[in-house]
T-cell receptor
């Protein structure tokens, strides 16, 4: 069974204080690893897909990286608007379903 | 960008009743899914909505409790039947648009409370 573990559960940052979120996974062959952002009262918003170890994707202050066992979401010089819950999900090579981690809730204080 | 509309956005229901949630997409999609997100928890897949045939349910979810329809490529419904307080949750629809390696996009969910 596919498993996704995210750490930490919660992260409180000062504006401008860079940090990283971790997503560890086990999957029977990886089709893709996905990062989503979820704001309160909203559905998850797609951020990145990573397909193979060594791949990196960037969007504004966010950068996602992938190894064979984990992915990191780096937040560089965060702003209060980066406050959200960040979800990681894996998709196995033999299916289109997503298995989600529990998420990391990031709070950025001005 | 994807436009995925869910109705209702929230509801409060009495135990023992049923509620049907609608998911409407702005263009044809290849796949549609239904998820549940219980308070403070992550997303759990309920089923894959198959066009013109019975949905494919995940372990722990059954058709009698969560009947799903998908009559065409842009619309699906999820019914939560014979509701109990344990069904209080957020129910989310997701879709995959046509194209290679497309991600799932989510609606904003239906917040359901059972009294």
């Amino acid at each position: 069974e596919d498993q996704v573990t995210q750490s930490p559960e919660a992260l409180r940052l000062q504006e401008g204080e860079s940090s990283s979120l971790n997503c560890s996974y086990t999957v029977s062959g990886l089709r893709g690893l996905f990062w989503y952002r979820q704001d309160p009262g909203k559905g998850p918003e797609f951020l990145f897909t990573l397909y193979s170890a060594g791949e990196e994707k960037e969007k504004e202050r966010l950068k996602a990286t992938l190894t064979k066992k984990e992915s990191f979401l780096h937040i560089t010089a965060p702003k209060p608007e980066d406050s959200a819950t960040y979800l990681c999900a894996v998709q196995p090579s033999n299916d289109y379903k997503l298995s989600f981690g529990a998420g990391t809730t990031v709070t950025v204080r001005a | 960008s994807a436009v995925i509309s869910q109705k209702p956005s929230r509801d409060i229901c009495q135990r023992g009743t049923s509620l049907t949630i609608q998911c409407q997409v702005d263009s044809q999609v290849t796949m549609m899914f239904w998820y549940r997100q219980q308070p403070g928890q992550s997303l759990t897949l309920i089923a894959t909505a198959n066009q013109g045939s019975e949905a494919t349910y995940e372990s722990g979810f059954v058709i009698d409790k969560f009947p799903i329809s998908r009559p065409n490529l842009t619309f699906s419904t999820l019914t939560v039947s014979n509701m109990s307080p344990e069904d209080s949750s957020i129910y989310l629809c997701s879709v995959v648009y046509q194209g290679v390696n497309q991600p799932q996009h989510f609606g904003d969910g239906t917040r359901l409370s059972i009294l």
